[in-house]
């Protein structure tokens, strides 16, 4: 186990050397050799159980790939920084859903930060409202009650819609963009937005009843 620790603290010592630990940078390239990744994954091990050099390897390894893929759907630096400093303030507790069996950790980490992303954005402002909104509505709430209702109204959507929706109505994505960052075909991206609005709208009308 002290030969185990020793190694991590290593790793995260040559990192912070290599690298500094100023401000995020974004990065896109990972070190996914088999070596690279079973330190990742003793590092997750120890992480749970609270180890804080397990924690400092995982926050020096992966916090530039995060900060470089909240800050391509959030499109703020500043607010991109709040958001990946939030997801490793909270990695002690959310590590217990990681399953190692199942995807190799930084794919797990990037859907973290994925949700994150747009979780923030989704608070930070409402759809507009004609994206939305039946033409029949009354227009008889204020601001405040219709972004209430807007929120409620996405949480009741199917994950790959509400994200659809978010990023292109609260991001400001086009088609080909949104779809580079689900991994889906342009046209599924049409069809989830084409769905998405309707039952949107849907959950709107039900909730102004």
Known sequence: MLSTT??????????????????????????????????????????????????????????????????????????????????????????????????????????????????????????PLEHVRSPHTADDTTGRERFADLRLALEALPEEQRDVLVLRFLVGLSPSEVAERLGRSEDAVHGLQHRGRRRLRREMLALAA
């Open 6 to 127: 020793r190694a991590i603290r290593r790793a995260a010592d040559e990192i912070e050397a290599e690298d500094g630990r100023g401000r995020f940078r974004r990065r896109r390239s990972l070190d996914r050799s088999p070596a690279a990744e079973d330190l990742t994954l003793t590092a997750v091990a120890r992480a749970r159980t609270g180890d804080p050099d397990a924690l400092r390897f995982l926050y020096l390894r992966y916090a530039d790939n995060v900060y470089g893929y909240v800050c391509s759907i959030v499109r703020d630096e500043h607010e991109a920084e709040d958001v990946t400093q939030h997801i490793f303030a909270k990695l002690l507790t959310t590590l217990d859903r990681y399953e190692p069996r199942q995807v190799p950790f930084s794919a797990w980490i990037l859907r973290v930060a994925h949700n994150a992303a747009i979780d923030h954005v989704r608070t930070r402002r409402p759809v």
